[in-house]
Every structure is written in C-alpha cells, then in structure tokens.
C-alpha cells in the first residue's frame, strides 16, 4: 500500500466519521422545546414533525452513506477499478477516450445502484412526511435532464482535465486544479446572471 493509497483511504474515512459525528452532535442538540424565535411562527405539531423528518433524514442518510463506503473499498481492494481499466483499455486507442468511459462507467453503475435509495427516499420518506409533490413521470424526466446536464458539463471538464495531465508534465495537478476552478467560477457566474435575468 503506497502513500497515496493511504492518504486516500484515510481522507474518506476520516471524511465519513466526521460527518457521523456531526449528524450525531445535531441530534444530540435537538430539543422538544421551540426556540423564542419561531414561537409565534410555528406550533407544536409542525415543530415535532420537523424533528421527527430530520431524525428519519439523518438515519437514512447514515445508511446510505455506510452502504456507498462499503461499496468503494469493497470494489476497490477486490481490484475493481484496475480490472475496469483493462476491460477500457481493449477497446479504445486515446488516454482522453479511455479516461471518459472508464469514468462514465463508474457514474453510471454508481447511479444504477444509488437509484432505489434514491426512489425511496422521494416517494417513501418525502411522501410519509407530506412533502413530496413530484410524480413518477415527473421523477424520470428531471432523472434523464440531470443526467444529461451532468454529461455536458462533466465530459468536457474531465476530458480537459486529462488532457492537462498529459501535457503538463510535472505541473499538470497545479494546471487541472486551476482550471477546474476556473470552470467552476463560470459556471457560477453563468447561473447568477441567468437567475438575475430571470428575476
């Protein structure tokens, strides 16, 4: 196991615990009580619904969040990624092609598997506390619209990121990272002026 390995493994299991504690600190801290400042704003029932749908959140997320662990570091020392690598390197010739469907496959798998906690957290969770308002029809088109959103934005960065890797030589990470945040920016900068237009 090599430094990189380790500083990897660690990060996401650090990553993993700290949030642990931090859902486990906030219902610690939750009380029956009403804060003052929403007293005139909201009545008993509604407040200890609200606790309740967060406590069901959080232990929900818990679960979702062990189970996609698990999966990784299963997946990984099973030596999954590198057997992915060799099935993708059979059938295409560039490291840029190579690298956009090796990562494409992880996303899809990743999204096939998530898809039934997904499905239950809408229409078991969100339904049991009477705020889902989305419909199954409604729930594939915006499935299909992210998913294809996620692939223009995401394939392009990727592919450029690659291509940084390539050419950067030992400077490539420093290029990748300043880019990715320069794309990021305009991303952002995009959305704002769209919504201000729109407002």
Known sequence: MNIYTIIILATLIIGF????????????????????EFADSIDNDTYAKSQKYLRTRTGYGFITSTFDL????????????????????????TEITRGLVYIGILALANAI?????SIYSTFVIEEKFGF????????I???????????????PVIAL????IQSAGSQAFLFAWLAVIAISLIITYSTDANYAYIQ
Do not use: C, H, M
């Open 17 to 36: 615990l700290l949030n642990l504690v931090s859902d486990f600190l906030n219902l610690k801290n939750l009380s029956s009580n009403i804060p003052e």
């Open 70 to 93: 698990v999966l990784l570091l299963a997946f990984w020392f099973a030596g999954g990624f590198n057997y992915l690598d060799l099935f993708v390197r059979q059938f295409f010739a």
């Open 113 to 117: 598997i998530n898809l039934p906690f």
């Open 132 to 139: 889902n308002r989305t419909t199954v029809k409604t729930y």
């Open 141 to 155: 088109s915006d499935l299909i619209k992210s998913t294809i959103l996620s692939a223009l934005i995401g394939l």
């Open 161 to 164: 990121i690659i291509y940084i």
